[in-house]
């Protein structure tokens, strides 16, 4: 049977899983993927004014895939919600170190490699007269900057998230120990964005209340029956109205990607789509082995899409392609080679709880 430590944590799989919720962890992260695939272009095709079918269906998959996002946090409230979760303190803590450890392990390859590729993207400019200054910069514009590196902002607001659910829901009083400490811990990682929000500046995060509001509305979604139809069209509307209003608005006016009542339409559809699904018994077993690789895909996929573009973009064969088959090639290689790797290394059980 399923523990609770394992329904909890994406990166873990094992017998008696629910099939539903590892298919919606994989079309969570293809969205995901789709969007930091498409997102150049979607910039290049509204800022030259292009009305052209293919930059429309290319803004669509943009927006339609934003909900990837907070299908993931509401997985993640439906994990912390449930009965099944023991939530004592020893809980806590394996579920924290499952994140933290990969959190900091690709901080510091994407830093590194952010490094080694400076001199070919310029994005930050070397100094050599200013090397502290240009490391921190460089580290600032990897971990938090609007490239796809800052995709680990999630696992910030992952981390904040399980604190905050476990102080409100699991904490005892008898816990006094350990309960100041993850108290402490979760002020640090939600004050910031609580201020700024209210302050009116932009992190560039997704806000950790919508995140709450994510998590809470997932945990009564996936616990609800399915409303598949009602489920296509409400997704459906929810992308098409955000990609008009992008198209009309500006794609950089935005203050944060995932804050919006369409966001939340959009996710209700996903998952009213999938909820309950039942799956052919052939296909349950592959369902839940690729739910299980997600959260290394999740960070390892931005390294490979960048090793794609630079092909996609040199003086290669591929560069010649159009531009949509180059962002199906980039994405479908993205895809197929993130999996593969994160199935090579969850052969190690210590690069599984290094890497994810």
């Not at 080694?116 to 502290?132: F, H, I, M, S, Y």
């Not at 039942?278 to 931005?302: E, I, K, N, Q, S």
């Not at 996609?312 to 064969?317: D, K, Q, S, T, V």
Request: charged share 15%; glycine share 10%; net charge positive.
């Amino acid at each position: 049977m399923e523990t609770a430590v394992d329904a909890a944590t994406p990166i873990t799989t094992g017998p008696g899983r629910r099939a539903d919720i590892e298919l919606l962890r994989v079309i969570a992260i293809l969205m995901v993927i789709t969007v930091h695939v498409t997102a150049t272009s979607v910039v290049s095709a509204l800022d030259a004014g292009k009305g052209s079918a293919g930059a429309w269906l290319t803004l669509w998959a943009n927006e339609a895939s934003r909900a990837g996002v907070p299908v993931f946090f509401a997985i993640t409230g439906w994990a912390l919600l449930r009965r099944e979760t023991p939530g004592d303190a020893r809980w806590l803590r394996r579920r924290l170190v499952r994140i933290i450890v990969p959190l900091v392990a690709w901080s510091c390859l994407y830093v590194l490699e952010q490094i080694a590729v400076t001199g070919v993207d310029n994005r930050v400019p070397w100094e050599p007269d200013k090397r502290p200054e240009w490391l921190l910069l460089m580290v600032k514009h990897t971990l938090l900057g609007p490239g796809t590196h800052g995709h680990l902002w999630y696992l910030y607001i992952a981390i904040a998230l399980t604190l905050a659910i476990w102080l409100v829901r699991y904490a005892r009083p008898g816990l006094t120990t350990a309960r100041g400490w993850y108290t402490g811990a979760a002020l640090a990682l939600i004050l910031p964005f609580s201020i700024a929000e209210v302050a009116g500046v932009a992190l560039g995060w997704a806000s950790f209340g919508w995140a709450i509001g994510y998590a809470a509305i997932g945990f009564m979604l996936l616990e609800s029956a399915p409303h598949r139809r009602v489920g296509f069209l409400l997704f459906a509307a929810a992308a098409t109205a955000m990609a008009v209003l992008t198209d009309h608005i500006g794609y950089d006016e935005w203050p944060t990607a995932y804050t919006s009542v369409l966001r939340v339409a959009a996710m209700t559809g996903v998952i009213w789509m999938a909820v309950r699904i039942t799956l052919p018994a052939r296909l349950r077993g592959p369902v839940v082995r690729l739910g299980g690789l997600t959260f290394g895909v999740y960070l390892v996929h931005p390294a490979l899409l960048d090793a794609v573009k630079v092909l996609m973009w040199a003086g290669l064969p591929l560069a010649g392609l159009g531009t949509g088959a180059r962002l199906g090639v980039a994405w479908l290689v993205s895809v197929v080679g993130s999996f593969a790797v994160v199935a090579l290394w969850q052969r190690s059980r210590l690069l599984t709880r290094i890497l994810g």
